[in-house]
């Protein structure tokens, strides 16, 4: 299939490059990949996907899955560029939380704890009740932690315990809290 959309492009591109077949055949290729598990290719071919020459319908799952892909592959400013976009393009859709909380591990991933701190807070005002919201308590302690404001780790892994007492982090809380408490 990837080879038969390379070739049908080159074919429409020799014809119409402003043709949103083209765009039409990259989303067909992407999500291809991306169903496939190949992330890196998935996002190089989600990035070539003119959105604007796309159905309304489609642009905000394009461009979250362009975000996501790049995480999978680990791209990460890419990843944050796409989530992004989704973002300010899509204030109002409901995989907004799972963007930021995304976003936010690109960005500790590249080390702008600012950066992934305001997403990972925006989380938790917005969306209290949110699948994200978990991880956003979570990944704010070790933040904090990795800051050395512990005073602050151990507030936020205690309100973790509080919201998701059934957390899988329950572990990891208690052993920070502990030595948060004793640093």
Known sequence: LPELIDNFILWQQERDDSSSNIDLAYVLQAEHLFNHGV???AGLSYDRI????LPEQ???SILYKRGW???EAKNHVQAIKAFGDFITG???DPR???ALAKRAL???ATEDYDSALLDLKRIMANHPDSEAAELAYQQSALIKGQLG???AMVENYTTLLEKFPGSKATPEAHFWIGWGKFE
């Open 50 to 53: 003119r959105t604007l020459n």
């Open 39 to 41: 992330f890196a290719p």
């Open 90 to 92: 899509y204030p109002e």
């Open 149 to 151: 404001e512990y005073k």
């Open 96 to 98: 907004i939380s799972n």
């Open 58 to 60: 489609l642009r905000a």
């Open 106 to 108: 690109s960005y500790r």
């Open 69 to 71: 892909s790049h995480t």
